[in-house]
């Protein structure tokens, strides 16, 4: 498997201690880690007995309640050829046969970027972390809340790019309602491409649109290229309750069929579009992951997929959905353990939020998606930074606010470290009772790496605080992501490369009509 | 082991649907479980292995560098008696000698509380919050910042003991800074014990203080009933490194020989108070905590005794201490396997932050400090609540946020319910593909109590919370409190044990000095 050639060079940002200062103040470079590799085991909360209700409840949901696979009669034949009993639309699958489909599925695959040190490995003991994704509002530098413009998606697109807590350049960062649906499709993808190295997923709001992301890509990466590997990776949610569109399953079948990789993805207001417990969404989550990753490997077998899981809660007085409580969390954990046994990667969390501004709530809420989803070993994280009310807004703010949180993330799953220097017994007899450590030699040959530092906390008094303006962490965070922009620099494209991509964007404005669907 | 029989009456909230109304929105009432209760294993990151190199290390330490008992000598003697080799106040133990002192020490224990009801079990698989403990400032109800007074510290005694989310009412809320030193630990007793039916903490801050303490809390509870049970827990915090003074050792004594809990509790800024690695920390607060824990066992054996870890990574940059940072949370789920092994109760955790106001830092930095504490099974959680600007400042709203978080904890840990009801199978089969679940039975018998839902996140539209205001979580918080004090009733105490403890207070005021130390 070859490396795609598409940078002019590396990245002139280094390794050492350089690197990581600017790493450090968000100024991006090629020194990060592409992703999260684990040290130490997922947290497990659901006991093998449990797991194995569950498992039965989901062969259950498959073949006697059934999946309904909607306006694809392609799809119906290819279901029923193997053995599935259709009624209608309605699809059931024998028990056994849908996982032992599933067996196909890799279970992890290399996601591509057009700069090789930024690919990424999706599976195993891996945690990608994206921005997020589909909100049609901003909250913007000035703290306004507006339409999200094609501007707001390429300044998103940047940060992502610059912040090392970022791996993946993510999907619809916003919507750029300011461009006609038919078209921003190949806007955003273009984005994507040229001002970020990072990866990147594709437009599965048709068939079309998904056959265009492919096509831009093979010119990006080169056709052979694509031909033998997974370049972009794309989001197809389920209608939950078990059933699953023409519009996603028709995005499915171009992208498996070109070896890209797809997330089918229950998207679960539990409470509405599941009952009212986790064990119930556990089951029905896994019946309908099954259920799409059968199709997937059905359509081409070894296709790269990821089990998805989106679940909120839902309050039961208002009907408002709800992020950062326990049951969700519960789902998050349950699921990860689910498609482990599964033997595909997975899916899930972020850092979710139903708060207006960043205050306390929306920081609380997030950290409480974000951290069982490191805990649960999620290998894909979308919405992992940005996200605000409940997914309708992208905030600037606190796209930076997370993404420091990210970058911890790594140390946190880490393990710790009993080598003889970590284990520091030179320190202690160095020093003894009553004396300090700082100036030990074991502390001078570790302090630089030795504790995670946040680029966003004020550690500082309160009179010095105070003295400096008194300023509020989200509105630090505003005033980075304003001089991240204005230090921002473009990752290099070869200019042919560039002018293919623009040639192909003109003919499809052209081709497509201006309209709203 | 009889009930003190001090209250007149149960509290008049009952069992039932108003009852939960109530504690939803924060008017307390006996109806709330006094402890949580873990259905979960607690999360285990630190290898058999790894544990065992720090254990040897930990021995090493004890045996090898030895731990300072200052200013001391009848603690000097009793170590010297069982077999430690003491040179001048430093004090060896033999390998192996304080681990086995430990074994009297019991596994979890009960402190009373005067309201039967509201008596807390320390140990095993339960979790007990208490508030923040120890700060001279307040940020108040009108935000702002300034030195604590007796009045704010009845106020949050009052707040903790209205908020379910609390199950302890704390020791030192708040340094009430318009008492003298030496006279305002009789006041702040009192107040726990006027103000709430909730357990308390005694006084540490000299002998005469602890013994204060035991004295009043005889009057409340019963000489007898003291005799033979623990109804107050203290905290015994080391000088680290590996050292202890005589103020701390003379309290716990006080304590032991009463047969009242102490806390021995290792305070380290990881970086100056211990080495500059998570191995090096684990090894160093073993050894501090099994010399406190040792030590205490032979005052009086089997008194009740709780490891404790208070850790705080340091900014290698600044000095300044850091928080919600991943080392300190690894400390912490490192140091509660530890203290399962050493088969004693655990003290950790917190909600911590360096921030100034309750905003985003604060909560995200909060979060990634008591989530860890829950998950690693930590039994007694201090500064659970209101802790902000490291521990300088009790902040109003933000003990009802973290409270609001407290509150949801025990969901947490319920584990995930696979009856035949959590399975939802019903439901499932009811409901089918493409439907809702809003109207199965399934769901109307389940919604009041299916999902955990916050006091305090604001999950509605923008359009309603920006007609309501556009107030931020901080200042939804003020409002609370101040509803809150304006509700609160005192729960009943028998008006002859009030004028017992007021005798005592004014004959101790007569006796005491006006002084700052």
């Known amino acids: 498997m070859s490396e795609p050639q598409v940078t002019e060079r590396r990245s002139r940002r280094g390794g050492g201690r350089d690197a990581r200062r600017q790493l ?60 599935c009993d259709v009624k209608g639309e309605r699809v059931h699958f024998p028990r056994g046969l849908a996982r032992q489909l599933c067996a196909t599925a890799p279970a992890s695959f290399t996601q591509h970027a057009r700069n090789p040190a930024r690919s990424v490995e999706i599976g195993g003991n891996r945690t990608v972390f994206a921005p997020v994704y589909g909100p049609p509002f901003v909250r913007d530098l000035e703290g306004e809340r507006r339409y999200a413009t ?22 619809t960062v916003c919507e750029p309602v300011d461009l006609p649906v038919t078209k921003r499709h190949l806007e955003m993808i273009y984005a994507h491409q040229r001002l970020s190295d990072k990866p990147y997923m594709g437009s599965v709001t048709a068939p079309s649109r998904a056959q265009d992301t492919v096509d831009m890509s093979k010119i990006l990466f080169g056709d052979e290229f694509v031909a033998n590997n997974t370049v972009c990776v ?6 939950s309750p078990m059933t699953w569109d023409d519009t996603m399953l028709g995005a499915l079948k171009v992208y498996a069929r070109n070896n890209q990789a797809v997330i089918t993805a229950p998207f679960i207001l539990a409470g509405a579009m599941s009952p009212v417990s986790v064990a119930g969404t556990l089951a029905q989550t896994l019946a309908e992951a099954m259920s799409g990753i059968a199709f997937t490997q059905l ?39 689910l498609a482990r046994r599964l033997g595909v990667p997975f899916r899930s969390g972020g850092s979710l939020t139903a708060a207006k501004t960043a205050d306390a709530q929306a920081a609380y809420e997030s950290a409480n998606t974000i951290m069982p989803t490191v805990q649960g070993g999620v290998n894909f994280v979308l919405h992992a930074g940005g996200w605000m009310e409940g997914g309708l807004v992208a905030d600037y703010a606190k796209l930076l606010l997370d993404a420091d949180q990210l970058s911890m993330m790594q140390n ?48 500082t008094t309160f009179e010095q605080w105070s003295s400096e303006g008194a300023v509020e962490s989200h509105q630090r965070a505003r005033t980075k992501a304003a001089q991240m922009l204005d230090a921002y620099e473009a990752p290099p494209l070869d200019p042919s490369i560039n002018d293919g991509l623009r040639d192909f964007i003109g003919k499809r404005m052209e081709a497509l009509p201006d309209s709203e669907f």
Do not use: Y
């Open 299 to 337: 359509v081409r077998p070894g296709a790269p997929v990821v089990f998805g899981s989106f679940a909120s809660s839902m309050s039961m007085q208002t009907g408002a959905p709800t992020f950062g409580t326990p049951e969700p969390a519960k789902v998050l954990l349950g699921c990860a353990k």
């Open 234 to 239: 794309s989001l197809i949610n389920a209608n």
């Open 150 to 171: 094609m501007d707001d998606f390429c300044s998103f697109v940047k940060l992502v790019f610059m912040h090392p807590g970022f791996h993946h350049s993510g999907g």
């Open 412 to 459: 946190m799953v880490n393990g710790i470290d009993v080598s003889e220097n970590g284990q520091a017994m030179d320190a202690l007899r160095e020093t003894g009772p009553g004396k300090h450590f700082l100036g030990s030699s074991h502390t001078q040959a570790n302090f630089e790496t030795a504790f995670w530092r946040s680029d966003m906390a004020d550690n």
């Open 24 to 83: 450090r103040s968000g100024g991006g470079g090629s020194a990060s880690a592409p992703f999260i590799t684990r040290g130490i085991p997922p947290v497990d909360i659901l006991s093998d007995e449990a797991t194995e209700i569950i498992e039965t409840n989901a062969e259950s949901i498959l073949e006697e309640i059934g999946i309904d696979f909607r306006d694809d009669v392609e799809a119906l034949d290819i279901l029923r050829n193997v053995g």
